[in-house]
């Protein structure tokens, strides 16, 4: 069996290659748009190719024959400090064109291929608080770029599956934590800043955005462990929530994530930071358990744990 996974370089690809590599069935492939293989990471093979390339994908797709295909590649478009890669254009580029690329690829030189392709929370958009937990009957209004260039992206997935019969599931999940996660997600962002703090000799001090917005936080070991569950079913066209079920607020988090800290630290709001229009969000993963025998493994606690350690370490 050979797997290929996108966006190699990425947090979840790493944990989702050394899930594969336990599980002992498969030849681990990755592509990433960056020069060299990725540091530590289990696959077995490495290619640079970038998914906005269609002509780049298909050669890709044609030369390894792969049986799994992981379609984690993506941008959140507003994480990069260069104007073209922070546009709303190339979101859509990466995020929607990507995964069209992908499954292209896929339809003219892989038709075999079971393809999962990686979604976002943000599809949803605002949620009434009386209608939540989302579920993936919801009509998704996303607010902003991003969600919307994934909404069109688990749509074309939904295209390919019925159009041509093809073997593609969709994952939804929601805020993904867990041992080297960037900065540039918000427990990331809070850990990194926390080491900053604590290297220094005066109080620790942390700033942070608005620490009410509470959210639905997922281990990364499940939710790897979900998408390997998801590519091995039968659900091709469906599209499943990967989450908690739980909401706990940014603020109850950074107290979790500090209580491993060797001395206090401060939690300081600053209004300059990232601010969220959507108050609390969670979703159900009723569907995904109901099909791949899904739930929660990894507690809230324990991943904040391993992430404090990771950060600290690095």
């Known amino acids: 069996m050979q797997a290929l996974i996108t966006g190699a370089s990425g947090f979840c690809a790493r944990h989702l290659a050394a899930f594969l590599r336990v599980e002992g069935k498969c030849r681990i492939a990755g592509s990433d748009i960056t020069e060299h293989s990725p540091k530590d990471s289990s696959i077995d093979q490495y290619y640079r190719a970038d998914v906005s390339d269609l002509e780049q994908m298909a050669g890709l797709v044609r030369t390894l024959q792969p049986d799994m295909l992981f379609h984690l590649a993506g941008t959140s478009g507003g994480s990069s400090s260069s104007a073209y890669l922070a546009s709303p254009r190339n979101t859509f580029l990466v995020n929607t064109m990507g995964a069209l690329n992908v499954l292209e690829a896929v339809r003219l030189h892989a038709p075999g291929c079971r393809v999962l392709l990686v979604g976002s929370a943000a599809e949803y958009g605002y949620v009434p608080q009386p209608e939540l937990p989302a579920s993936e009957e919801r009509f998704c209004r996303p607010a902003g770029t991003y969600g919307a260039s994934k909404l069109a992206a688990t749509l074309a ?18 805020n993904i934590i867990g041992p080297g996660m960037p900065r540039d997600l918000v427990v990331g962002a809070l850990a990194s800043r926390a080491k900053e703090a604590l290297a220094g000799s005066k109080d620790a001090i942390v700033k942070a955005g608005d620490l009410s917005p509470e959210r639905d936080f997922v281990a990364v070991e499940d939710v790897v462990r979900a998408y390997v569950k998801l590519v091995q079913g039968d659900y091709w066209g469906e599209v499943f929530n990967i989450c908690s079920g739980q909401p706990h607020s940014i603020q109850h988090v950074a107290e979790v994530l500090f209580s491993h800290s060797p001395r206090p630290i401060t939690l300081q709001t600053d209004p300059s930071l990232a601010q969220s229009s959507v108050h609390s969000m969670y979703g159900s993963f009723a569907k995904a358990k109901r099909a791949i025998a899904f739930t929660p493994n990894v507690s809230l606690e324990s991943s904040l744990a391993a992430v404090w350690s990771t950060a600290m370490s690095a």
């Open 157 to 174: 997935g939904r295209e390919y599956a019925h159009n041509f019969g093809m073997k593609v599931v969709m994952a939804r999940p929601f």
